[in-house]
């Protein structure tokens, strides 16, 4: 059984940081296993906000977050994180943590993840 738990969020100011963890157990890593942090804030929808291929530890990243996100992965401790630097206000959002297993496809397309974490909420005052 895949359990994601996610950890990590909290309230900031602007210009703060965060980092989120994804606890992960029961998700087996192989060449077309996927990770990745999805959001969704106030009123949107849901949103890809970093990607992970975890076999071959490549990441990838929504515009609006490049050069102040990075995601990462301890192979140890099975744990996916999201280091949050800069923080603005419209990054307030509930941060989901997800994985699956696929070939081929956008790692933020969200049907292509079987397997989602209860969030975390991260809230950036002005």
């Known amino acids: 059984q895949v359990r994601l738990v996610e950890s990590g969020g909290g309230s900031v100011q602007a210009g703060g940081s965060l980092r989120l963890a994804c606890a992960t157990s029961g998700f087996t890593h192989k060449s077309s296993s996927r990770m990745a942090w999805f959001r969704q804030g106030p009123g949107k929808e849901r949103e890809g906000v970093a990607g992970y291929y975890t076999y071959i530890d490549v990441p990838y990243y929504a515009d609006s977050v490049k050069g102040r996100f990075t995601v990462s992965q301890d192979k140890a401790t099975d744990t996916l994180y999201l280091q949050m630097n800069n923080l603005r206000p419209e990054d307030t959002a509930m941060y989901y943590c997800?994985?699956?297993?696929?070939?081929?496809?956008?790692?933020?397309?969200?049907?292509?993840?079987?397997?989602w974490g209860q969030g975390t909420q991260v809230a950036v005052s002005s």
């Open positions: 997800a994985a699956g297993y696929w070939d081929a496809g956008n790692w933020y397309l969200q049907n292509l993840y079987q397997y």
